[in-house]
């Protein structure tokens, strides 16, 4: 059923609970069955109103404006009482939109009178000029006084031109050519299937606009949208500078009142461990796996520092509970607020290392560092540790050289004989030479096969660098 300009129709949404409908008034018709609609809150959009849609009903009116059979007037939303002025200022500002949307596809645009005199014209198009008005019907006369090109027709052989007035087509194309430059929707954000900055046509997906910001239902997410001029989209880079420049910032994401806020869970599940060649950190990167189990127990940095410290049944004034929480406070504001992809910074994965360390000292509670006693000479073994950071890698003769490390630092070779006693300065040589040893295979592998997958070595079943600390103390015998 063709719809004409100021006939009214009743739509339906399938969201569940009670029936809605929704009176709409018919502005005009912008192609196949999207039509300029008025809505109860006097706003003015495209709409599709097929028939049959899964995700709405459209009804029309029974002749004479009378409800459909089965239809109560409780269940429609219907208009506040308008004024014959009123609903024709309206069905006006629908004429003007509808135009500039058929303009912006390339489709003809009405210029004239509907044939037949009194009749009405093809859907879309609107009824002849009253008697009075000047030639060129309600749309030339509406787009004239919108953009302020005068209706009254030059003096004979005069050329149209700036103020000039011109009739009939001659003034809708005046009019159309000092309209605005035609506007496009695209993305504001990376979220699901939508991409940022990628141009979407939001008449055919659920949508709530105000001014040129919007959220569009987009194939079962929400996404934030925003309108440009279609002359300033970059073909090369979807309207606005591609997310994937640099690595180190993560896609923008917006929430509901247009602040940025970047889902935790999101963040981390996009995030890869880097391969760069020139990474500054020497050992394997920790901060996808810290994260991850962040998320697996919290579900974001701030109450993982609050599950960590009820577990362990600690309080503020244990050392380095303040700096555990700070650090974590860092991660929460680097990630959801600011947008920086950690996976790829390498202080990030510092500071992923010292979370990693107070958190595991007072899990297994480890013996407490003590760089000013001598005597355990502990500030020593943590410098050759940090040295020898390479071990945490997987690899079954680096697996077997941490082993004799670890035994060598905490027992020796055997404990009730001190003559026999390995010095662990000479197990950290070990190590580091295994290691030197590792790289050097390693790199000469990634050149054939590409860089290896890197895994976490798993030391008696527990969490990796657990065991970092107990490197850090010689074995005390009286404990």
């Known amino acids: 059923m063709a719809l004409n300009p100021d006939d009214e129709c009743l739509i339906a949404f399938n969201v569940g609970g009670p029936v809605l409908y929704h009176k709409r008034i018919i502005g005009g018709h912008i192609e196949n069955t999207e039509y300029m609609v008025i809505s109860p809150d006097l706003d003015v959009y495209g709409e599709d109103l097929v028939v049959g849609v899964d ?21 429609v939303y219907d208009f506040d009482p308008l004024t014959p002025a009123e609903r024709q200022q309206l069905l006006r500002d629908a004429a003007v939109l509808t135009q500039q949307e058929r303009g912006r596809r390339g489709l003809p645009v009405a210029g004239g009178a509907a044939p037949g005199g009194g009749g ?8 002849p000029a009253p008697p009075g008005l000047p030639p060129g019907g309600i749309v030339a006369q509406a787009l004239a006084a919108r953009v302020g090109v005068s209706a009254a027709p030059g ?19 005046a009019a159309l ?51 440009i ?37 999101d963040q981390v599940i996009s995030m890869t461990p880097p391969r760069y060649t020139d990474w500054l950190i020497i050992g394997p990167a920790t901060v996808v796996w810290l994260l991850t189990y962040m998320y697996k127990n919290g579900g974001c940095p701030n109450t993982f520092h609050q599950r960590w410290m009820t577990d362990v049944r600690l309080d503020y004034s244990a050392t380095g509970t303040s700096e555990h929480l700070l650090l974590c406070r860092v991660f929460e504001i680097l990630l959801s607020y600011d947008g920086v992809n950690l996976s790829r910074c390498a202080g ?50 680096r697996r077997v050289a941490m082993l004799v490390f670890v035994l060598t630092c905490r027992f020796g070779w055997a404990p009730n004989s001190p003559r026999r006693r390995w010095h662990p300065k000479k197990g950290a040589k070990l190590v580091k030479s295994v290691a030197l040893v590792e790289v050097s ?35 005390d015998s009286s404990a």
Request: glycine share 12%.
């Open 55 to 75: 995700d709405a009903s459209v009804r029309f009116l029974a002749p004479g404006g009378g409800l459909p059979v089965g239809i109560l007037a409780a269940d």
């Open 120 to 127: 009405v014209g093809p859907p879309g198009f609107p009824p």
């Open 155 to 173: 003096p004979p052989g005069h050329a149209a031109g700036a103020g000039a007035g011109v009739a009939g087509g001659g003034l809708i194309g």
């Open 177 to 227: 050519g000092a309209l605005p430059a035609p506007r496009v929707w695209i993305f504001s954000e990376s979220r699901g299937h939508a991409v940022l900055g990628d141009e979407v046509n939001i008449t055919g997906y659920t949508h709530q606009v105000l001014g040129d910001r919007g959220v569009i239902e987009y194939r079962g997410t929400h996404v934030s949208i925003r309108s």
């Open 229 to 265: 001029i279609k002359a300033t989209v970059n073909p090369d880079h979807k309207g606005i500078a591609d997310n994937q420049v640099d690595e180190r910032v993560c896609p923008l994401h917006l929430d509901s009142g247009g602040r940025r806020n970047c889902d935790f869970r």
């Open 348 to 397: 990030a994965e510092l500071i992923s290392r010292k979370i990693q360390m107070i958190h595991e000292r007072w899990k297994h509670k480890l013996p407490n560092f003590n760089p000013i006693n001598n005597s355990n000479n502990n500030s020593k073994n943590q410098t050759i540790m940090m040295r020898t950071i390479p071990i945490c890698c997987w690899g079954p003769v």
């Open 441 to 475: 295979l390693r790199r000469r592998s990634e050149e054939v096969r590409g860089p290896p997958r890197a895994r976490w070595i798993s030391l008696f079943g527990a969490q990796p660098l657990w065991w970092l600390p107990v490197l850090f103390s010689q074995h």
